[in-house]
């Protein structure tokens, strides 16, 4: 296993790139240590597939390199960089049994008999497939299929990453759950590099130690997944992730408070004086109907089972609000309270205000 490392990446699919915009990858400066569990997420067209193909060696970048420990790789083809992967379909063949399956990739390299029957033996276990282990792999349901496939890509004791692109997508709604606590299982009993890459937070922030959250060609922000949902470094991040995400509301600023349609809003902590555009941002489930505060109006009530979600209109501003107890009646006024600690301004889409140490 190894440590990998995008160092200065940039790539483009255009003969001659000029601006930012001709990039799909624009900047990559990423560590990811050995034996981590990472992901990759962002909307449909971010650069996830780009960058996988990068690590991959299916595409080489156009500026920047990719080392595996210390060896460069960028301008090595795939076969020499001993790399799993796991796609969105199952890769297995259908006229082979499982066993054979699973054996398939270590026969390959001429590992020795009894290591194989001792891989494919621990790999069946962890996979909970060991009931199928003879059986044909044309007559099994895709859920088992993709259990094969991932089993494929762990059975090799040699590779430097694994690399996960959508493995869910084809898995039946009520089956994924299980497969992802099942990755979720194998990374803490394989600890081999992991990368994951999806479009789907709850994946994401299930899988992974530390998600990377990708924009547009660009990384918007690194972290755990509870430093992206408490402190995210960008508006996008904030509204991409939580379910509903976080209000961004239009503000101006005062010293160490905003002012958002008229009332003023007490921050995290200070705000720094430049210019640019400035949004307040707070999530629903931050957002306090208390006994006074700022007067809104329940223009809608949504039942989500464990907890209502209420569309609070103030001024122009709709402000989303998670509340579990007795929910308003839809047309009253009530009165909200935004957490201090938890209500920050963004310049630009960037984090703006400091946290009071
Ligand atoms: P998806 O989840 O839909 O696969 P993604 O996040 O993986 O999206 P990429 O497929 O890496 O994103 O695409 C990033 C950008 O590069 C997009 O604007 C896409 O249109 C462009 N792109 C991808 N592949 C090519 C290609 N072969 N030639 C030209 N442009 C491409």
Request: proline share 6%.
């Amino acid at each position: 296993m190894a440590q990998v490392t995008l160092s200065g990446l940039r790539h483009s699919y255009l003969p001659d790139p000029k601006e930012g915009q001709d990039y799909a990858l624009k900047e990559i400066d990423i560590t990811w240590r050995d034996g981590g569990a990472y992901a990759l997420l962002g909307p449909s067209g971010c650069g996830k597939t780009t960058l996988l193909n990068i690590i991959s060696g299916l595409i080489v970048p156009t500026e920047g390199a990719v080392l595996f420990d210390d060896r460069d790789v960028t301008a090595d083809p795939p076969d020499r960089r001993n790399i799993a992967q796991v796609f969105q379909f199952p890769v297995i063949y259908d006229n082979m049994t499982v066993r054979e399956n699973l054996s398939f990739p270590l026969r390959n390299r001429g590992v020795e008999p009894g290591l194989i029957e001792q891989r494919v033996r621990e790999t069946a276990n962890m996979l909970d497939v060991t009931g199928i282990l003879d059986r044909r792999a044309s007559g099994l349901n895709p859920d088992n299929k993709q259990k094969i496939s991932m089993g494929r890509a762990l059975v090799r004791e040699d590779v430097n990453v694994v690399m996960f692109d959508e493995p869910l997508t084809v898995i039946d709604p009520h089956l994924k759950w299980k497969l992802r606590s099942k990755l979720k299982e194998l990374h803490h009993r394989v600890k081999a590099t992991m990368i994951y890459v999806t479009h789907d937070q709850t994946e994401a922030l299930t899988f992974a130690d530390e998600v990377v959250v990708m924009q547009e060609g660009e990384v918007v922000q690194i972290g755990t997944p509870v430093e992206l949902f408490e402190r995210p470094q960008h508006t996008f991040v904030g509204h991409f992730i939580g379910s509903p995400g976080m209000n961004i509301l239009p503000c101006e600023a005062r010293k160490n408070s905003a002012l958002f349609e008229g009332h003023e809003v007490a921050l995290e902590g200070p705000l720094g004086g430049q210019a640019g555009e400035l949004t307040l941002g707070i999530r629903p489930e931050h957002v306090l109907i208390a006994e006074d505060g700022i007067p809104a109006t329940v223009a809608k009530v949504a039942d989500a089972g464990r907890h209502f979600i209420i569309d609070a209109v103030v001024g122009k501003s709709v402000v989303k609000v998670v509340d579990s107890r007795n929910p308003p009646e839809k047309g009253s006024i009530i009165h909200l309270h935004f957490r201090p600690e938890r209500s920050r301004v963004y310049r630009d889409g960037w984090i703006a205000t400091e946290p009071r140490t």
